[in-house]
């Protein structure tokens, strides 16, 4: 079963740019759509951008325009480019399949504060 590994959190104040990966153990070529998900702290997972192998995309209401969901299967990675970052988008993010999800990874922390 394919997993993955969330990188490139970070610190960074309101209004900055952060760019997480999401790096498979195996070919994500055949995997129809990924996601990004997150999770604030005493809060549920939500979902929060999907792609889908024909490269169509879709974003939660509160991230549209600010974040970028893109996939490289030649590198069996997808990507998440967030701007414009407000402190409601602290939480650990996490990538995954939309469907038939693998187990979760360890996340990588993006917290946004001044």
């Known amino acids: 079963q394919v997993q993955f590994v969330e990188s490139g959190g970070g610190l960074v104040q309101p209004g900055g740019s952060l760019r997480l990966s999401c790096a498979a153990s195996?070919?994500?070529?055949?995997?129809?759509?990924m996601g990004w998900y997150r999770q604030a702290p005493g809060k549920l997972r939500e979902w929060v951008a999907t792609?889908?192998?024909?490269?169509?995309?879709n974003y939660r209401d509160s991230v549209k325009g600010r974040f970028s969901i893109t996939r490289d299967n030649a590198k069996n990675t997808v990507y998440l480019q967030m701007n414009n970052l407000k402190p409601e988008d602290t939480a650990a993010y996490y990538c995954?399949?939309?469907?038939?999800?693998?187990?979760w990874g360890q996340g990588t922390q993006v917290t946004v504060s001044s």
């Open positions: 195996g070919s994500i070529f055949g995997i129809v759509a």
């Open positions: 792609i889908r192998s024909g490269s169509s995309t």
């Open positions: 995954n399949r939309i469907s038939s999800q693998s187990p």
